[in-house]
Structures are given as C-alpha cells and as structure tokens.
Nanobody
C-alpha cells in the first residue's frame, strides 16, 4: 500500500523560505514521477512542480525561479524548496505519486 507523508509546512513571513518533504513508502519510489500540488482556500488544486525518474523538472509559471523540486531515491523522499514566498503561496501543499495523495501540509505566508 502506497503511503505519502508531507511535512515542513508552517507560518512564514513574506520573503521567507520553507522546505517541504514528501516521504513515500509502499512502492519503488525511484520508478515514479513525483508531483507537488497546492490548494488555496476557495481555489482548485493546482500543479506546482514535478520531477521525473530522470530528474527532469517542470514548474508552474507562478513559482518558476522561486521553487525547486528535488528527490532523494535513497531516502524515498521528495522535496520542495520554496524561496521568496508571498501571500499567494498560502495553501495546503500535497505530493502525489502514481495517483496517490498525501494528507497535505499547510503553508501560510503572512506578516
């Protein structure tokens, strides 16, 4: 059974940084693309970033140059490093592997 656990969210001031983690169990992590999504209040869930098995990445336009997705196959973990956060980044962040979702981690950007 595939299980994803996100962590690393919290309250951060505008301009600050956070690193989110997504720990994956129950599957051969290295075989799959990992994606980070987010959902802000009243909005649809949107793709933030994705990393393939060969470390190819793509990002939503709104986060390009500020966010960086990475993966550590030895640790079965994916990361989302976020810089220069602003209020529009406030959302619950989820990771997804082969259609399975984690429980999400809240990121709040506020002074």
């Amino acid at each position: 059974q595939v299980h994803l656990v996100e962590s690393g969210g919290g309250l951060v001031q505008p301009g600050g940084s956070l690193r989110l983690s997504c720990a994956v169990s129950g599957t051969i992590f290295s075989r799959y693309t990992v994606a980070w999504y987010r959902q802000a209040p009243g909005k649809q869930r949107e793709l933030v970033a994705r990393i393939t098995t060969v470390y190819s990445t793509n990002y939503a336009d709104s986060v390009k140059g500020r966010f960086a997705i990475s993966r550590d196959n030895a640790k079965n973990t994916a990361y989302l490093q976020m810089y220069s956060l602003n209020s529009e980044d406030t959302a619950v962040y989820y990771c997804n592997v082969i259609g399975i979702w984690g429980q999400g981690t809240q990121v709040t950007v506020s002074s």
